[in-house]
């Protein structure tokens, strides 16, 4: 379907590509290890453990949306969604770890130990920036936030030709589970949900004050705390959850 030349100028511009001199083989790295500032972030907290949050935002009912559409016409309808997230997590300190269709993953660490700004004052203006993005775009994008906080690990994974880094931890299973809460389903606009893991004492012990800030001025959300342990999430162990959903704008 492809020359070698159009591959070659695929990769180039979405993975990142290294030729070897005369020989046919391609090393590819992934992205996120040529750009510096992913670098540089790898280089702080890849390969042990850190506190963080771990967050999944995708679009509800992306595939009604663009059902029938030509390929084209459905890059378009992505396009400032996907590019309006990644300039948000980024300008926050975060880190995005993929996108898959109409998905973004990222994480954003805690950063205190370096005299950094606390994750959780960070991700408060990130979800208010999450907010805005979504009034701008307008009504027929509809955001749901999976978001967790916990313990996480980046790690590399490599392969003959190939390198990226992924994180890691239950933490991202239960941001990914928290996107099918039942409560979210008949919401609109920008919903999600905020979860730790009951077995992670720290991140309990700070459950409540952590929420107060992600869901405060600066987010323009609101909260409610589920009353019992959510414990129905496949493959995540039992949790403690709030649903996060805009203040009402009367």
Request: charged share 25%; glycine share 10%; hydrophobic share 40%.
């Amino acid at each position: 379907m492809f020359g070698k030349k159009e591959v070659f100028e695929w990769l180039s511009h979405r993975a990142g590509v290294k030729r070897l001199d005369k020989m046919p083989l391609i090393d590819v790295t992934k992205a996120l290890e040529l750009n510096k500032p992913s670098r540089s972030f790898i280089d702080s907290f890849g390969k042990h453990d850190i506190w963080g949050f771990a967050g999944f935002i995708d679009l509800v009912d992306f595939s009604k949306q663009v059902m029938g559409l030509p390929n084209k016409a459905m890059s378009d309808y992505l396009a400032p969604f996907l590019k309006g997230l990644v300039d948000l997590v980024n300008s926050h300190y975060g880190l995005v770890d993929k996108t898959i269709g109409d998905e973004v993953m990222f994480i954003l660490p805690d950063m205190e130990e370096d005299g950094g700004v606390p994750a959780v004052l960070e991700m408060g203006q990130l979800l208010g920036g999450i907010y805005d993005l979504q009034k701008q775009l307008g009504e027929k994008y509809s955001f749901r936030i999976g978001l967790a906080y916990g313990g996480l690990y980046i790690d590399q994974v490599c392969g003959v030709g190939y390198s990226e880094w992924t994180t890691v931890g239950e933490v991202v299973n239960l941001a990914k589970r928290l996107h099918i809460l039942k409560e979210l389903k008949d919401l609109g606009g920008v919903k999600g949900a905020f979860g730790v893991l009951c077995h992670e004492q720290y991140a309990m012990e700070y459950f409540e004050s952590i929420l107060s800030i992600i869901a405060g001025v600066a987010s323009r959300m609101t909260h409610k705390i589920l009353k019992d342990p959510v414990t129905n999430l496949k493959g995540v162990s039992a949790a403690r959850c709030a649903l996060l959903v805009p203040k009402s704008e009367d």
